[in-house]
């Protein structure tokens, strides 16, 4: 999981290609322009030394008539939305960046260059006669928008305003977005998905009211094409509307409808909500157990409650969530087990045990209240003063009572539960099917292993395990690779050779005639120890014509090899020969010296003829004498292909190198000429010709392949006995085929335990039910799942713990009376599955689990259920603490959030980051104002920073709760934190979703920081109530306008990317420090 900090660039406008070779500039729809219907681009060439001047016209708005809609990215809102915003601002984007000012017939004028399209966004009437337009989508050749009320249209010499460039990352200097820029114009451009064109409708929109949003065109010559009247005279700039001009037809290239809702957005709703302590009777509400019934003469009272509480019998019965505060009525340290209630509640609930020890076991079973749990803890008896979870749940009415209401949602959920059960069981009978057949036929391999295949010898066993021999690996490679380099042909074992050796076949009747001790494994055997081979070495015939036999037959092919020495050293001979001269000739015997001399000469070049024989002898078998002679060969450049039996002649038509030749297919005139270049290259005295070149290259290329020797195979002894000690491991019934069955049946455990043979046995695998169950709960009253929820007032804030003792009194409830269930239906069951083991919704936390292999992702995923299988229980276990081990124990902190923000905005991101000490812009530590969050950067800040919920719940209509692994001390951190090292708790953070951008103002001004405004903080309420349209020449009022700094000031009006960074909506966060939820309270123990 990796941080992403969101950046944006904005652009005034984008052009590409020839539309910056546009001269005339943009007037903005001021006045009239020199040129007509389209803009005009100057081209200047050199033609022959003489200068060319020409005047290309470009495509425009006057020719078009139509619009791609998938060059459409997104529109704001989206199309049919009934709740907009009416603080924001309609918008569509596009793909291409220089989408919006490609075909504008001007160039711009300093920063600011106008669309060639607009976005129109007009009212809905109730009536026809109260709408703003009128709307024709059968116009042609485009749909055709009639705007009947001039106020409804913006002011046509602003519309460079409201076209800008957005891209998807931030540059520090202005060079580095030069070079993305530059980037955009390479072929394979890695940066295309990272920036797009925007077009924005400046107007100020209605709460609760129907709009239509139109793309038309910005400039008269599009209005007039789409509406199929005369461009010819029109002004290329000319915009499409002039003020007060109504009623007028507009073309429509794109449209879609939407709906303003409320007047409230992201930030005055999250601005509503207040942190709040929660009320101690939160989660808790009395429950009357005076009257307990099923033949008690007692009530509940099981402990002391002192006064002034309530009576001794009004228990307090809890929730799945409670105030931290929350007091249990009675604490368990009051309980007292000896109370006659106790008594008499023990007699009901063991009566059946009792009753069936008693009897001979033909008397009908007896009717009792149940003992929850009881299948699953394999006990038939409680004992209310005994330790122990099932004694806790099933002696105290407040947890008797969640099994109860478990029970309740069982059994009015049953037929839809136990069509699931079914659903399910049916792939665990198709898996006891795969078990059963492949039991079965393990079974019956092993035994014919047992007693045919292994009375085998070892090579009449290979050879009846043949077919396998390619899939068995020996070392390193696999045995048939080994067969094939060893003296055992692989034909010796394969079924053709078994077929025709066979004893009973008329050929083996033969050879065992011949030899009464032959069989197969002799026959392996003897060819293993070279006694015999498969078949003798072919031979050459002697009518085939080698190049072997020609040198044979050459006269010198059988010179001595002393003369073949000196025919190979004959220059080394004739040098010694005149030094031997020289020595004789100093010594004076200068006749004898000359004789020497000029025997040596003679008999060199006399010799010269022998060698060169020998030389052609040993290249015909020798492929390194023929490189040589190749790489020696002397220049060729007048080497060509020639063809030398054309199906047409060629004749030559010129005299030039590269020459055009023309051929003919018939002789009649009327034929069909056509003209062909020669491939023929002329090349520089004394160097080969290109095709010279090239057969020199491939010729050698083919001889020093020839001159590679092929290696001689060398047969070596195959190992039989070890061959078929891994034949036999690998063809093992026991291995096999538990290996077949871990890859055909899926359960949720892990499929290695089917490895073992003994393991393969039908599985009584139980449903598993991911249904956070606290929803079924939920359904049937709120108050079962959060008592007093009325007392959590709208717009709050606040912090809850869980009641595990509740959560799991509840879940066994479930996973009790659904054992009975099923055992009522007949399924496969024991009663002690753990059907249902999610109490919370956990559905979209984050967890990083895309690095986990399947098995390790299931395994994650149990983490994640609130409680563990429930047979695993400890018998001595408290109530509460069987959690997954890999999660926290005790009661967990759960933030409530009840108002309209998340009830509008269902995903908007909830997490908890740690709180640090004031640090000043010094870095000085300041322990007495707020603390703060730090920024998170890297994933390894994320882990020791930011905490996400690990589950999550809601009541309709308005109430979330976000559920985190930490205690309420934890969250609340040190009383009186006063150093860096000291804990200061954590900040509970609700945040807007980034990553899509909305431009627009704040319904109020409520700025974050009342002694510093920017324009972040600018709204609606800074212009004059009648404002139709944002209107660059009109600034926010002057006690707005005049807080800000020059800087900011400056950029009001200046250019379009300045407009859309200034009604950017930045992503709203509200952080509510624990300490403002939790002071002051009284906390009660989490564990």
């Known amino acids: 999981m990796s941080v992403t900090v969101a950046k944006y660039t904005f652009s005034a406008w984008l052009r590409k290609g020839i539309g910056n070779r546009i001269t005339e500039p943009d007037n903005l729809g001021l006045g009239g322009g020199a040129v007509k219907e389209r803009a005009h681009v100057p081209v200047d060439v050199m033609l022959n030394t003489t200068p060319v001047h020409k005047e290309f016209a470009l495509i425009g708005p006057g020719d078009i008539i139509g619009l791609n809609p998938e060059m459409v990215v997104r529109t704001e809102p989206l199309n049919r939305i009934t709740n907009f915003e009416p603080n924001y601002l309609p918008f569509i984007e596009f793909y291409d960046e220089d989408f919006l000012w490609r075909y504008t017939p001007a160039r711009a004028n300093g920063q600011r260059l106008r669309p060639w399209i607009a976005l129109l966004v007009l009212e809905e009437g109730a009536t026809e006669a109260e709408s703003e337009f009128k709307y024709n989508p059968r116009g042609f050749p485009l749909p055709i928008v009639t705007v009947a009320n001039a106020d409804a249209l913006p ?7 409201w076209g800008h460039v957005h891209i998807n990352e931030g540059y520090d200097t202005p060079t580095d977005f030069e070079k993305f820029l530059r980037s955009l114009h390479e072929m394979d451009n890695p940066n295309a998905d990272k920036i797009i064109s925007r077009l924005i409708c400046p107007r100020k929109l209605k709460a609760k009211t129907g709009y239509h949003a139109f793309v038309v065109p910005a400039f008269e010559t599009g209005r007039r094409v789409g509406l199929q009247q005369d461009v010819s005279t029109i002004d290329a700039q000319q915009p499409s509307w002039t003020v007060g001009a109504a009623p007028i037809d507009f073309p429509v290239y794109y449209e879609w409808a939407f709906r303003t809702g409320e007047n409230e957005d992201f930030e005055s709703l999250v601005k509503l909500l207040q942190p709040r302590p929660m009320d101690p009777q939160v989660g808790i509400r009395d429950m009357d157990a005076s009257q307990p019934g099923f033949g008690m003469t007692v009530g509940a009272d099981i402990g002391k ?23 249990s009525r009675p604490k368990e340290s009051d309980i007292d087990t000896s109370k006659p209630f106790f008594a008499q509640l023990k007699l009901i609930l063991n009566f059946p045990a009792d009753v069936q020890d008693a009897s001979d076991g033909d008397d009908d079973p007896v009717v009792s209240p149940p003992i929850y749990g009881e299948n699953h803890a394999l006990q038939r008896r409680i004992d209310p003063a005994g330790a122990g979870w099932l004694n806790f749940l099933n002696r105290d009415p407040r947890f008797r009572v969640p099994s109860g209401f478990g029970t309740s949602v069982i059994q009015k959920n049953q037929e839809d539960y136990v069509a699931r059960a079914w659903e399910q069981v049916k792939k665990i009978l198709a898996a006891n099917r795969i078990i059963i057949r492949s039991v079965f036929a393990m079974e019956t391999v092993r035994m014919i292993q047992t007693n045919f295949v292994q009375r085998l010898a070892p090579a009449e066993m290979l050879a009846v395990f043949s077919p396998v021999l390619k899939k068995v690996k020996g070392s390193p490679t696999t045995l048939f690779h080994q067969l094939t380099t060893s003296l055992v042909s692989p034909a010796a074992l394969n079924s053709a050779m078994r077929r025709m050796i066979r004893p009973r076949g008329s050929y083996g009747k033969r050879l065992r005639a011949a030899n009464s001790s ?3 494994g002799a026959l392996v055997q003897d060819l293993n120890s070279g006694r015999i081979s498969a078949a003798p070495p072919k031979q050459v015939s002697d009518s085939v014509i080698t190049d072997e036999r020609i040198a044979e037959q050459l006269p010198n092919a059988h010179e001595p090899a002393w003369l073949q020495w000196i025919l190979t050293h004959r220059l080394l001979l004739l ?144 190992d039989i006995t070890s061959a078929q000690t891994k034949v036999s491991d690998a063809t093992r019934a026991t291995i096999v085929f538990p290996q077949l069955v871990a890859k055909q049946v899926r359960f949720t455990f892990n499929p290695a335990w089917l490895l073992q043979p003994e393991h393969l046995v039908p599985a009584m695998a139980y449903p598993d039910f991911p249904d956070p169950m606290y929803e079924k709960l939920r359904d049937i009253s709120s108050e079962l799942f959060l008592p007093n929820l009325e007392l959590v007032p709208p717009n709050t804030i606040s912090l809850l713990v869980t009641n595990p003792e509740f959560i799991e009194a509840y879940m066994t409830g479930l996973n009790h009376e659904f054992g009975r269930e099923l055992l009522w239906r007949e399924y496969p069951t024991d009663q002690r599955g753990s059907y249902f083991r999610q109490f919370w919704d956990v559905k979209g936390i984050i967890a990083d689990d895309s690095d986990l292999t399947p098995e390790k992702r299931a395994e994650l995923a149990d983490t994640y259920k609130d409680i563990v299988p429930i047979d695993t229980w400890i018998s001595t276990s408290k109530l509460g603490t069987h959690r997954s081990p890999a999660r926290p124990p005790g009661r967990q902190l759960v933030l409530l959030v009840r108002g309209e923000l998340l009830k509008k905005y269902p995903n908007t991101i909830v997490y908890a980051q740690r709180a640090h000490i004031f640090r000043d812009e010094h870095g000085t530590p300041d322990p007495t104002k707020d603390p703060v969050i730090v920024e998170v950067k890297t994933e390894a800040d994320m882990h020791a920073e930011i905490l996400f919920p690990m589950f ?86 002057a006690s707005f306008f005049n807080r800000l700094t020059s800087a900011e ?26 300490k403002e939820m939790l002071e002051n309270l009284d906390l009660q123990p989490s564990t």
């Open 575 to 718: 040098i010694l020969l005149l030094l031997l001269a020289v020595v004789i000739a100093i010594a004076g015997a200068w006749w004898l010296a000359l004789i020497v001399a000029a025997a040596a000469v003679f008999g060199y070049f006399r010799t010269a003829e022998a060698e060169r024989a020998l030389e052609a002898t040993k290249s015909l078998t020798d492929p390194n004498a023929t490189l040589h002679d190749i790489e020696n060969a002397p220049p060729q450049p007048n080497f060509a292909f020639v063809v030398t039996d054309p199906v047409t002649p060629i004749s030559a038509t010129s005299g030039t190198d590269i020459a055009t030749t023309s051929f003919t297919t018939s002789a009649s005139t009327d034929a069909l000429r056509f003209n062909e270049v020669s491939m023929i290259t002329r090349a520089a005295a004394g160097a080969d010709s290109v095709e010279a070149r090239n057969f020199r290259s491939a010729a050698t290329l083919f001889n020093q392949r020839l001159a590679i020797e092929p290696s001689e195979l060398q047969l070596v002894r195959f």
């Open 155 to 161: 002011a046509p010499i602003e519309t460079w305003a």
């Open 518 to 520: 032959f069989n197969h």
């Open 305 to 327: 409650i002192p006064p002034p509480e309530k009576p001794q019998t009004i228990l307090g019965l809890e929730g799945a969530l409670k105030a931290p505060t929350t007091v």
């Open 952 to 1037: 999550r719940a809601e009541v309709e209509p308005d109430i979330r709760f976000f559920g985190f692994d930490m205690k309420p001390e934890d969250a609340k951190g040190a009383d009186n934190p006063q150093t860096a090292t000291d804990d200061w708790g954590y900040y509970f953070i609700i945040q807007q979703v980034p990553g899509e951008p909305r431009f627009g103002m704040d319904i109020e001004f409520e700025p974050d920081d009342p002694n510093k405004v920017t324009w972040d903080d600018l709204s609606w309420d800074e212009f004059s109530s009648g404002l139709r349209f944002i209107d660059t020449s009109t600034p926010p009022v």
């Open 1049 to 1074: 000031r400056g950029q009001w009006g200046s250019h379009s990317a300045d407009m859309a960074s200034i009604l950017y909506q930045r992503p709203v966060m509200i952080a509510v420090h624990a």
